[in-house]
């Protein structure tokens, strides 16, 4: 039987003509439509404490929870719930396919917010890299609760709207959230202090930046004290050699054919991962964390406690964008995971 990738390797070869549309990605997914997203964010928050709501009150209103129902009704959304053997008729299907493992399932059992929870609560220091407005740092303060006091959070962010807004909920509560402008394409995260332990992840940011830098790797290996570090991204699919180095020489025919191909890869175990490669493709999202990735976890002093490939979960209910989780821990002197 042919193999499907080879199948669509072979297909793409044929496609020399078809060229992608980019219209919508640039405007999607720029700096400048994070600023205006985030000032809206911060212009309901500032509407809500003046109301006098409290923290989790405001928060469940802005981004209300579990999301685990997927308001789209696309064909695709619908055929794959059908082929799973689930009723896909009523306004509004309450089984979606979600995706683990590279396959399309009816279920996740991974929050990846509870494992950073988890962490947190071993860390001094908390950092966010790509933080929007900080509410990821503001559950985890609900779920603290007083021991944020021992704790000082830390919500770097890119857009100045979302840096202002964590600012101004963390002094409108008292929180210990300091907020700052940061960069993945020329980081600097050496102002955080390194004489205790830190936790410093990612949650669907470096998703944004077609090409992070090395720096930030380099400079958790200069901290002094233990550093945990999680990925929560949509990066599963770069461990496909040949769809990296599709990307990297911007082979547009290779793309079109995986797009023609799709619905044949959907029993592999490589699903999620093409659809994933897919949509990093349509809205140029990142394509060398994986790889930068791996090469910090060789060094001597990191062990990888755990990856979990291609699923979905709370904040995340897009099964072709689907979330990787890798969890890593650096100790300045070498010992077992
Ligand atoms: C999808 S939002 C995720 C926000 C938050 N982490 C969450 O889980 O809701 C992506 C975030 O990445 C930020 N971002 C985009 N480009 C960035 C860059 N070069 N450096 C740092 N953050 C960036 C955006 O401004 C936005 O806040």
């Known amino acids: 039987m042919t193999d499907p990738f080879d199948e669509f390797l072979r297909m793409a070869a044929e496609l020399r003509s078809l060229r992608r549309s980019t219209k919508t990605a640039d405007l999607l997914y720029s700096k400048e439509a994070y600023e205006g997203h985030w000032s809206k964010v911060k212009d309901s928050i500032t509407e809500s404490i003046a109301a006098g709501e ?10 209300p929870r579990p999301q685990m129902t997927r308001k789209s009704r696309s064909p695709a959304m619908l055929s794959i719930t059908k082929s799973l053997g689930f009723d896909v008729d009523g306004a509004r299907p309450t089984i979606r396919p979600t995706a683990v493992n590279g396959y399309f399932v009816p279920s996740a059992n991974i929050e990846p917010m509870y494992e950073i929870l988890k962490v947190a609560r071993e860390s001094k220091y908390i950092v966010e890299l790509g933080a929007g407005p900080g509410w990821n740092l503001l559950d985890l303060c609900i779920w603290l609760g007083r021991k944020i006091r ?48 830190a936790l410093i992840f990612t949650h669907h940011s470096i998703e944004q930046v077609e090409n992070i830098s090395k720096k930030l790797y380099d400079q958790i290996l200069e901290r002094k004290s233990t550093t945990h570090v999680i990925h929560v991204e949509p990066i599963g699919w770069q461990r496909f050699p040949e769809i990296i180095d599709a990307r990297k020489n911007n082979d547009e025919v290779f793309f079109q054919a995986l797009n023609v191909k799709k619905n044949s890869l959907l029993d592999t175990s ?68």
């Open 270 to 337: 490589f699903a999620a991962a093409a659809f994933s490669a897919l949509h990093s493709w349509k809205v140029h999202y990142n394509i060398n964390a994986l790889s930068l990735i791996d090469e910090f976890k060789k060094h001597a002093n990191v062990h990888e406690i755990e990856r979990v490939i291609d699923f979905n979960h709370s904040y995340n209910a897009n099964p072709f964008n689907a979330s990787t989780y890798i969890r890593l821990r650096y100790d300045p002197v070498c010992s077992p995971p």
């Open 54 to 63: 409290d923290l989790p009150t405001i928060l469940s209103s802005l981004r």
């Open 150 to 197: 021992e704790k000082v959070f830390y919500g770097l962010e890119y857009a100045s709207s979302g840096v202002e807004t964590i600012n101004f909920v963390s002094q409108s509560f008292n929180l210990p959230i300091l907020g700052h402008q940061f960069n993945f394409m020329d980081p600097d995260i050496s102002y955080i202090p390194d004489n205790e332990s």
